[in-house]
Nanobody
């Protein structure tokens, strides 16, 4: 059984920063990709940031230059550094990890950007 534990969400003012973490544990295979998605109220879930097994990263246009995805050396923890946050970044953020067998989801962490 694979578990993904997310942390780091919360309330932040516009222009502020947060760092999300997601630690994978359990019977996880060779990880091929680690992703952060988000879902805002009334909207569909969208892919925010991606990091491949080789370290290649990609971002949705709305966060380019503000968010950075990274992982630890063991490649079992993925981070999302979020800077210059805007009200439109308010959403539940979900960690997604893909291995050779399946893909796995965290329960989500709420990020609220408000003054």
């Amino acid at each position: 059984q694979v578990q993904l534990v997310e942390s780091g969400g919360g309330l932040v003012q516009p222009g502020g920063s947060l760092r999300l973490s997601c630690a994978a544990s359990g019977s996880i295979g060779s990880i091929t990709a680690m992703n952060w998605y988000r879902q805002a109220p009334g909207k569909q879930r969208e892919l925010v940031a991606h990091i491949s097994s080789g370290g290649w990263t990609n971002y949705v246009d709305s966060v380019k230059g503000r968010f950075t995805i990274s992982r630890d050396n063991a490649k079992t923890t993925v981070y999302l550094q979020m800077n210059s946050l805007k009200s439109e970044d308010t959403a539940v953020y979900y960690c997604n990890v893909v291995d050779t067998f399946d893909d796995y989801w965290g329960k989500g962490t709420l990020v609220t950007v408000s003054s």
